[in-house]
């Protein structure tokens, strides 16, 4: 389990984009978001932030860091 968590789930859904609206605006795969929103993947600190952009919000209200999280 990461330690990161994000709200892109959330967040998208609340703007009505795809995940494939996502990826192209971040230039990621599909398949990439799906893992982040999965929190299967811990996008690169670069990408995290055009995540963030591309949705709109500071980045803390999409990404959240738990170091006890981790396992």
Request: charged residues 25%; glycine residues 6%; hydrophobic residues 40%.
């Amino acid at each position: 389990m990461s330690a990161i968590r994000n709200r892109i789930r959330e967040l998208r859904a609340a703007r009505q984009m795809t995940q494939q609206e996502l990826a192209d605006q971040v230039g990621v795969t599909r398949q990439t978001v799906i893992a982040m929103e999965q929190d299967k993947y811990s996008p690169s600190l670069e990408t995290a932030f055009k995540v963030a952009l591309a949705l709109g919000v500071p980045f803390d209200q999409c990404f959240q860091y738990d170091p006890g999280g981790k396992r």
